[in-house]
């Protein structure tokens, strides 16, 4: 499992095998020193039972999703059916546009979740077996604010 370890300080990304996880790893970004404890399941890549920065218990999935590459998608679909749009095949034109918009929902929908930590956003990559429910906005409202008590008081 691949961990995206997020700075409490700066929130830099920081990426750490799970596998060969160190005790602690010091942020590229700030310098701040940050104790990683990281349970048998994240090693195993059995599946994500606590953060290893924040040691919370609460996760969400959302899809892996690159917004760059949708919107070269769209860039391209746009492009190509401006330009039989201008030659007046106006049927080609609306067919690419309909074709670019499909390739983006095959790409959106065959992306893998990632689960991601309510509280410090780190994130948790690999083959295990997905068992966070999707974001919910009340459960992020309740447990940020709870952290970032927590790690101003450190
Ligand atoms: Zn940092
Ligand atoms: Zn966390």
Known sequence: MQILAKCPKCDAGLPVAAVKA????TCGGCGRDIPLSVSEALKSDRG????????????????DFDPKIGLAVVIIGALTSAAFYWFGRDLVAYSILGGAALIDLVVYGRLRDLTVCYRCHTEFRGAYARTAAPFDLHTADLLEPEYERRIRRR
């Open 48 to 63: 994500v039972d606590r953060c290893p920065v924040c040691e919370g218990s609460d996760f969400y999935i959302r899809k």
């Open 22 to 25: 160190p005790s602690a790893i």
